[in-house]
């Protein structure tokens, strides 16, 4: 398992928007949920030892923001000709047995994960209520094997400080790690190839 961080995508991007489906089908678009007081874009799959260490605590920390307003999207860009426990049919099944209480989408072309600019899974992006990003990195300092308590620490208070309209100090940010993006051959983005 090779470890890849984040892009460390710069604060002040806009969010893209996207359309793409959820595991029931439904295409979902970041405009639906127009009114939010901040937004939390993950880029996770079904595989990744790095995901699978968080998960449970993933749909917790959602479940929570949720209620205080946040829209929160998962997305799964993973090519799954090659990877097919990344699968569709795969993904509702685990959004079930995971808990995820948010729409947990499928980015068969990649392109959505191209213009975020995301580069691994777990990769965590929150932007503020006029969808301007305020934080890109870690959930928090545990890693599959590594004793750390999973507690969502810098994910959290990088949506408190979002909530509260107050602006996150670029230094404190730590990239997130995990499993690479699975390109489609070809499909590689240069930011990727560029590692």
């Known amino acids: 398992m090779v470890a890849v961080n984040s892009t460390m995508l710069p604060l002040g991007t806009l969010a893209p928007d996207f359309a ?7 295409v979902v678009s970041l405009g639906q949920f127009d009114g939010a007081r901040a937004y939390l874009v993950m880029f996770i799959c079904n595989h990744c030892p790095y995901v699978i260490h968080l998960r449970k605590d993933i749909a917790r920390l959602a479940s929570e923001y949720q209620e205080k307003g946040v829209a929160v999207i998962a997305i799964s860009a993973n090519d799954v000709d090659n990877y097919p426990a990344d699968s569709p049919e795969k993904m509702k099944l685990e959004a079930a047995d995971a808990g995820y209480t948010f729409p947990y989408l499928h980015d068969a ?4 994960a191209k213009a975020y600019k995301a580069a ?3 990769d965590f992006f929150v932007f503020d ?17 590594n004793q750390v308590s999973v507690t969502g620490s810098d994910l959290r ?10 602006r996150i100090v670029d230094d404190v940010q730590k990239p997130s ?4 993006i699975k390109w ?8 990727f190839l560029a590692r």
Request: with cysteine.
């Open 184 to 191: 489609k051959p070809g499909n590689e983005p240069e930011y």
């Open 157 to 166: 208070a990088a949506l408190d400080s979002t909530l509260d309209g107050e």
């Open 129 to 145: 209520q006029h969808r301007l990003l305020t934080y890109r990195g870690q959930f928090d300092d545990a890693r599959p094997g």
């Open 109 to 112: 072309t990649q392109e959505v």
């Open 20 to 26: 793409l489906p959820d595991t029931e089908g439904n």
């Open 120 to 122: 691994c899974t777990p």
């Open 177 to 180: 790690v995990g499993c690479n």
